[in-house]
């Protein structure tokens, strides 16, 4: 079955299974185990960090033929029962033959959102949006964004993992601004560890006016973590949307991705 989730990420230790934390995926694989009686392994598009929210978040998970209802879409409505009012499934399919929430995404998208009003974040949007009480350039972070924008290892941008390419496509990355809120939109193929975050954080850094824009062609250089990239607050990252080829082109697409980059599980989350 294909999962489409949303949740507000403030009160989890991230998306992935761990003992002893509460999790998206623990919540879920225990809600919906308990409905369908046989435990649950969920795969996802993107496992978020603690604090990261989604409003676009795509899974799936293998079922039991015996287990399978005829009609998924009414697990929707059972679900909502059972479930935390932070963590919402909000669609339930038959996902199509080889369909891989994980290697069949063609690119996810991310937004991040702050805010440089002097009082902070609006209390009805706190959980969500970062207080940055700070003078921003927009026009210069535009400028900085668009420098990253490609093919590129982003090595500097990402927590290694033993294994892992750093190789990503940054289709997207760019800002817009209503009154004192300021929107990134952020898309790749894939993320990996904290590099959505640290994207936003050293945009801000130019931004600031601390640093220029030929640091940003440096970072693109480096092999390694940069220690000069503050990391944005997770709280203020939402993922979106996850994109998928149509239904005839997925086994095709999860052969492509597997062929760029075999990577450890957990590997392109933010």
Not at 33 to 55: E, K, N, Y
Not at 104 to 121: V, W
Not at 239 to 254: E, G, Q, S
């Amino acid at each position: 079955m294909r999962l489409d989730i949303a949740y507000d990420g403030t009160e989890f230790s991230g998306w992935a299974r761990q003992n002893g934390l509460r999790t998206v995926c623990g919540e879920i694989e225990e809600k919906l185990g308990a409905v369908l009686r046989t435990p649950l392994q969920l795969t996802v598009a993107g496992r978020t960090d603690a604090g990261v929210h989604a409003a676009g978040q795509v899974a799936h998970v293998d079922v039991p033929a015996e287990s399978l209802p005829d009609d998924p879409s009414r697990l929707v409505r059972r679900l909502a029962r059972f479930l935390p009012k932070d963590v919402r499934i909000t669609r339930i399919s038959r996902a199509p033959q080889h369909f891989d929430a994980r290697f069949s995404a063609m690119r996810r998208h991310y937004e991040y959102r702050l805010t440089t009003a002097e009082y902070g974040a609006d209390p009805l949007r706190a959980r969500d949006i970062v207080s940055y009480p700070k003078v921003l350039d927009l026009d210069v972070m535009r400028s900085a964004s668009a420098r990253l924008i490609g093919l590129h290892d982003f090595a500097a941008f990402c927590k290694r993992r033993e294994g892992a390419t750093t190789v990503r496509d940054l289709q997207r990355f760019d800002w817009e601004r209503d009154e004192e809120i300021f929107t990134a939109f952020v898309s790749a193929d894939a993320f990996c560890w904290s590099m959505v975050r640290s994207l936003v954080g050293a945009v801000l850094a130019v931004g600031e006016g601390r640093r220029d824009l030929g640091w940003v062609d440096e970072l693109l250089r480096e092999r390694s973590r940069a220690s000069s990239i503050l990391v944005a607050p997770a709280h203020g990252l939402s993922l979106v949307r996850v994109d998928y080829p149509d239904d005839a082109d997925l086994a095709a697409r999860n052969e492509v991705t597997r062929d760029i980059r075999t990577l450890p599980e957990g590997c392109c989350g933010d």
